[in-house]
């Protein structure tokens, strides 16, 4: 018998093979369009003199492919764990209907958690592709930059759900997205180096996980150093998936079993 | 421009009344009412007539083409073929005005989820175009009438289903309405919420207010209706008081009667002429008599030893069971 | 509801029907308990513009418009954003909410039973946009003027502009909702969006694209708002700006109509 997270597990992926049409536009479309858009059009006009000095001659595209890569999972981690959750709680109760069974609590969000790793892995390895495909790195180095690019979602997917799970309204959903997830979509690094933000937000970009993922896709795909040793990025995000587990499976259980 | 806006809102200049029409002419009239969508034949050349003050019932399996009935009456549903009258003007060119004098209670809550229980009517009455200064007292008596009234600033989410319904029953009286138009109003409901419900509208009754209400709870349309149609299959089949209908299509009393497993089967021949008709289901048998206590002596008399022998007087579900079959419909 | 009561009184009768009024009130009411949304929705664009002003501007350094002229990049894209957040707000008001309340909520089923017709619905709901709409441009450009980034007293056409928008994405979302089978629809929605925001010269002239992609993105009805306000708030006018607005305004009446026309069908069987 599968062990009970896994068959969580099972139930998502099979609920997704239904589903994925949809979330092609916006885990795979969406970076592609910013890419084309930014990487080739903008680029056009960075690459002049001036870009080109701040990036120290690397080509715009080059410089924005990784930086999307992490923001891409940034935004899969963060949506695959808000309205699904909130889905499984409040809307169509599936977790009052899994936890009916002998699956935990525990089970639950290892199983969700899991499931959300799994995506994001597809995610990468097909933008990754992509990004090779636009010339913007060649494959062999962006396949470096996998690994980070899924701990870096799992870095949002785990608060995220914790986040989910205890809050009551739906509308705090779309504001965590406004305040956090696309600020930090815009100033984490992704479209310019975060050095060039005023002092303040320089050291909130820093704090941010995003810039942590961002730096690590960065160094991994372009064979540079990051700013910071790997190591300390990795378990930098890797307090963050932590923390956010066990919050998840605490306020879940206060949610769904009071 | 102006002169015909304002034409299309009775409510504001005249206030709801009944002077258009005299007492007996009908309210509202069908003649050959038809309703089609696409191939299918939902309503199929019905006739009736509601009259002023009186409280109508359509009664009918799932399915059976009334709520179909109800929509044209309401003036959202376009007739397919036939005449239809409300207060004496066509749906089809006057639905505005039509609305305007109407209170419409559907079979599931169209509640603004977004609003509060106050809001709610509020709004309502806004779209009839009532200004703040009448609605606002007009609703502190609207939810008084429902019992709602500490619930006022309540959102619309957390009532139970029976507050729900007094809610829009609220609403559908915001605007004065010459005519109540009530589709299944207490399915789903418990046994309190409905009989605080009925109160209501044989209240609203008693102040000339007409209803017409569909349903599929017999008890409903006794307690209620002073006159209904059952409707099957897209057609009337019968018309009258409950007690008329009771009259023609049932007896006075039922015999209820339960045998041991394997002698109900062959029973059946052995009921001859203890009843004006018989019934023999899976589970009783059903004996339909005018006399129940001679019936249950000649069951005596002949040695039939049923399990357990039940004398109740008919009801309207026999009547209805006799017209629409007992075969499931959905 | 005093502040409601006077802001439905400035808002000429004239304009929207007294019953389609009273759609845009209910609006009102759904949104004093959710405020914030109202309110947040102000924000994207702001950041979209801080970093273009302190990000990108300072890697692509000055843009050239059409007469070769240089311009800030900060000043270049401000006005794309205001064009982009009016379609956004738009669309999002007339595609997933309307879809909620025809599905879901029911709300204009209890609507449809009052003297309400579906063309006093769809011209309630698409002014409903366009004031939402038009709130969030005034903010906008009082921002823009704020960081400087006006360069013409015209910039105040902006607000019309923003709103000749907003009309015509609302029109246009709202007749597409009516076609819309499930949420999945959306993502279609979404994709489209996406593609108009990024494509449509917010971000650079079309220059920068190969002649037959500059004829493509012509083709966007975004492109056109985005040229009509650009050319307001740097103060470049000129008589193709007609076109421009005709474009609009077309794509939203025709949307209305439809909107309107559907609705009936569905609503109304």
């Not at chain 3, 609302?170 to 819309?180: K, N, Q, R, W």
């Amino acid at each position: 018998m599968l062990p009970v997270p896994l068959r969580v597990v099972e139930a998502n992926a099979r609920t997704y093979r239904r589903t994925w049409k949809g979330s092609v536009v916006t885990t795979f479309l969406s970076p592609v369009l910013f890419l084309a858009a930014m990487g080739l059009g903008l680029g056009s006009l960075v690459d002049r003199e001036t870009g080109a000095r701040a990036l120290e001659g690397l080509a715009y595209i080059s410089f924005l492919a990784p930086g999307l890569l992490a923001a891409t999972t940034m935004q899969t981690g963060a949506s695959e764990s808000s309205w699904p959750v909130m889905a499984g709680i409040k809307w169509i109760k599936t977790f009052d209907a899994a936890l009916a069974t002998p699956v935990g609590v525990p089970d639950l969000v290892a199983g969700h958690l899991v499931w959300v790793a799994v995506r994001l892995l597809m995610t990468s390895v097909v933008l990754v592709v992509v990004i090779a495909s636009f010339g913007a790195v060649s494959l062999a180095d962006a396949l470096l930059a996998v690994p980070a690019a899924v701990l870096t979602g799992m870095a949002f997917a785990a608060p995220v759900t914790a986040y989910t799970a205890s809050t009551e309204q739906e509308t705090r959903l779309s504001s965590l997205f406004r305040f956090a997830i696309i600020p930090m979509f815009l100033f984490s690094g992704t479209f310019f180096p975060a050095s060039q933000l005023p002092d303040w937000l320089e050291s909130v970009a820093y704090a941010t996980p995003l810039w942590h993922g961002v730096e690590l896709c960065r160094g991994a795909a372009l064979g540079t150093d990051a700013t910071l040793p790997v190591a300390a990025h990795a378990s930098y995000l890797l307090a963050w998936v932590a923390v956010g587990w066990s919050l998840s499976v605490r306020s879940l259980r206060r949610r769904l079993l009071p | 421009m102006k002169s015909t806006h304002r034409a299309a809102e009775p409510v504001d200049e005249a206030g709801p009344g009944p002077q258009n029409e005299s007492n007996d002419r009908a309210l509202v009239e069908a003649r050959g009412l038809t309703k089609r969508f696409g191939e299918f034949v939902a309503v199929d050349a019905i006739n009736f007539s509601i009259r002023r003050g009186e409280a109508f019932g359509f009664l009918g399996p799932n399915g059976a083409g009334k709520t179909s009935t109800m929509r044209m009456i309401a003036a959202v549903s376009p007739v397919t073929e036939g005449r239809l009258e409300v207060f004496g003007t066509d749906p089809a060119t006057h639905g505005a005005e039509i609305r305007a004098r109407l209170g419409v209670v559907p079979q599931s809550d169209t509640l603004d989820t977004e609003l509060t229980v106050f809001e709610n009517v509020y709004i309502y009455g806004r779209y009839f175009g009532l200004p703040g200064e009448v609605l606002r007292p007009r609703i502190s008596e609207l939810l008084e009438f429902v019992q709602l009234a500490e619930r006022g600033d309540s959102k619309v989410e957390p009532l139970s289903g029976g507050m729900k319904r007094r809610l829009t029953i609220a609403r559908a009286l915001v605007n004065e309405p010459d005519l109540l138009v009530l589709d299944e109003p207490t399915t789903g409901l418990d046994p309190q919420a409905r009989h605080a419900l009925w109160d209501r509208l044989y209240r609203l009754k008693q102040r000339g207010v007409t209803l017409i209400i569909t349903t599929h709870y017999m008890d409903e349309a006794e307690q209620l209706c002073d006159r209904l149609v059952v409707m099957d299959q897209a057609k009337i089949v019968a018309e009258g008081s409950p007690t008329d209908l009771i009259a023609r299509y049932s007896t006075r009393e039922v015999v209820e009667l339960r045998f041991p497993v394997g002698v109900q089967e062959r029973i059946g021949d052995r009921l001859d002429g203890l009843a004006t008709r018989s019934e023999v289901l899976p589970d009783r048998v059903l004996l339909y008599t005018d006399d129940g206590d001679r019936t249950t002596a000649e069951i005596t008399r002949r040695e039939l030893a049923p399990e357990s022998t039940v004398v109740r007087r008919s009801t309207l579900e026999d009547v209805f069971l006799r017209l629409t079959g007992r075969t499931l419909v959905d | 509801m005093s502040a409601q009561s006077l802001g439905l009184r400035v808002i000429p009768a004239a304009v929207f029907g007294r019953r389609a009024r009273s759609v845009l009130e209910r609006n009102l009411f759904v949104y004093k308990h959710i405020w914030i949304i109202l309110f947040s929705g102000f924000f994207e664009p702001l950041f979209y513009l801080f970093a273009a002003r302190v990000g990108l501007g300072q890697l692509v350094g000055d843009v050239r418009n059409g007469s070769g002229e240089r311009i800030d990049y900060a000043a270049f894209v401000a006005p794309a954003l205001l064009a982009a957040s009016a379609m956004n707000g738009a669309v999002y008001e007339s595609t997933m909410n309307i879809f909620f309340k025809l599905r879901y909520a029911k709300v204009y089923d209890g609507m449809l039973a009052t003297p309400l017709g579906p063309f006093d619905i769809a011209l309630g709901e698409i002014g409903w946009s366009l004031i939402r709409g038009a709130l969030y441009a005034v903010g906008f450009i009082v921002v823009m003027w704020v960081a400087g980034l006006l360069q013409s007293p015209l910039a105040v056409l902006g607000l019309p502009a923003a709103l000749l928008i907003g009309f015509a994405f609302a029109g246009a979302g709202m007749a597409a909702t009516s076609f819309m089978r499930s949420w999945q629809d959306f993502d279609l929605v979404n994709l489209a969006i996406l593609v108009l925001f990024l494509f449509s010269a917010t971000f650079y002239p079309l220059s920068v694209y190969p002649p037959w992609l500059q004829l493509v993105a012509q083709l966007s009805p975004l492109y056109h708002g985005v040229v009509l306000i650009r050319s307001f708030t740097l103060g470049t006018l000129e008589l193709t700006l007609l076109w421009h607005a005709l474009f609009l305004a077309a794509m939203g009446s025709v949307g209305l109509a439809v909107s309107a026309f559907r609705l009936r069908k569905l609503l109304t069987p």
